[in-house]
Every structure is written in C-alpha cells, then in structure tokens.
C-alpha cells in the first residue's frame, strides 16, 4: 500500500484480506450477505483464532496504546494486541472519562470503539460488513478474549445472554439508538470483563 492510503482504506483492505482468512479456514461459515440492522446472515463459528487471555485481572493499569493518554486493563491490551495481529491497525479509542456515563467502561479501562468508515456518519455497505466480521470475530473468540459485550449496527450481543444472541440496543437510557455514535452504527464498542 502507498503511504497516501487512508487509515480507513487500510482498515477496509485488512478486513477484506481477513475475511478471506476466515472463509478459508471454517471452510465458508461466514456469509458475505448482511442483513440490515441485524448481524450477518451467516455465522462465524469458533475460529479459535485468538490467543487466550492468561494473564492476572487488573485494574487500569497499562498506558492505552491508542493514544487517548489514559490507560486499559491488561485483558483489554490483549484483546486489542490480538485485534491487531488479526486485522492490522484501525481507528480505535479506548480509554476516555466519559463523564456523562458514570457506568461505561471507558474510564475503566476496560471498553473500546473501533470505528467503520467516518466517525459520526452512518456507514456503507463494505464499512458495514467489515464492521460485522470484526464484531461476530469478537464473539467467536469471547471466552479467550474475555469479552463482556459487543454492540454493532443497533445490536448487542453479549456473555451474560450469548443464548440470546444478537439483541436490539436500546442505549440504556443513556444513549440515542438511532444516531449513528449513540445506535454503535459508525463504530464497534466492545467491553471486557473485570
């Protein structure tokens, strides 16, 4: 690639070689049709592509290496390490004071946004699927990446009620569901466990 090309276009390049990856190695469990507002037509059955978590729980304790100045867990950087190593780098943030939400887990250290296409716009169809293999590989890889949660495109998706599957998010009273921030649609938010 040429150093002109933009982080989003990197992004979208290493999610597209990614897929590639993925079909190749479950043999086509995942579909390239994505449903709107909902996740994947197909399903990503367990890769098992991601390194399991081994290392002691913790507080925020390491610098947040998406440049926010503040810090992450040690299960977050994993989680973030294994993401790179998986798809290259994209547009994340992670740590922030988020001071309008005193539940998030942004000053926790422990949640992070990965954003598909252009932040506060609603995205476009590749941004979208590239959204989805990014969000269904966090589901598929929960338990070794110590994943609590994953909303995407107005769903969540989470440990607690994995039986449930994809749900509608609601914005907890907190957020607007239908912008494109507030409804998770310009980014991926994924939340790791204490």
């Given at each position: 690639?040429?150093?002109?090309?933009?982080?989003?276009?990197?992004?979208?390049?290493?999610?597209?070689?990614g897929l590639?990856?993925?079909?190749?190695?479950?043999?086509?469990?995942?579909?390239?049709?994505?449903?709107?507002?909902?996740?994947?037509?197909?399903?990503?059955?367990?890769?098992?592509?991601?390194?399991?978590f081994t290392?002691?729980?913790?507080?925020?304790?390491?610098?947040?290496?998406?440049?926010?100045?503040?810090?992450?867990?040690?299960?977050?950087?994993?989680?973030?390490?294994?993401?790179?190593?998986?798809?290259?780098?994209?547009?994340?943030?992670?740590?922030?004071?988020?001071?309008?939400?005193?539940?998030?887990?942004?000053?926790?250290?422990?949640?992070?946004?990965?954003?598909?296409?252009?932040?506060?716009?609603?995205?476009?169809?590749?941004?979208?699927?590239?959204?989805?293999?990014?969000?269904?590989?966090?589901?598929?890889?929960?338990?070794?990446?110590?994943?609590?949660?994953?909303?995407?495109?107005?769903?969540?998706?989470?440990?607690?009620?994995?039986?449930?599957?994809?749900?509608?998010?609601?914005?907890?009273?907190?957020?607007?569901?239908?912008?494109?921030?507030?409804?998770?649609?310009?980014?991926?938010?994924?939340?790791?466990?204490?």
């Amino acid at each position: 690639m040429s150093t002109a090309t933009s982080p989003a276009t990197t992004w979208g390049a290493a999610a597209v070689l990614g897929l590639v990856s993925v079909v190749v190695l479950v043999g086509g469990a995942i579909s390239l049709d994505v449903t709107p507002g909902g996740p994947p037509a197909g399903t990503l059955s367990d890769t098992r592509d991601a390194t399991p978590f081994t290392g002691a729980g913790g507080g925020c304790t390491i610098f947040d290496p998406t440049g926010t100045g503040g810090c992450v867990t040690p299960a977050t950087a994993w989680l973030l390490q294994q993401a790179g190593a998986r798809f290259g780098q994209q547009p994340t943030s992670c740590w922030d004071a988020h001071a309008w939400n005193p539940t998030s887990d942004h000053p926790k250290g422990r949640g992070c946004d990965v954003t598909f296409g252009t932040a506060g716009r609603f995205p476009g169809e590749s941004d979208k699927a590239a959204g989805w293999v990014f969000a269904m590989w966090l589901v598929s890889n929960a338990k070794a990446l110590h994943v609590s949660y994953v909303i995407w495109q107005g769903q969540i998706w989470s440990t607690a009620r994995a039986g449930e599957g994809w749900r509608t998010y609601t914005g907890g009273g907190v957020y607007d569901p239908t912008s494109p921030v507030g409804g998770h649609y310009d980014h991926v938010h994924v939340s790791v466990l204490p």
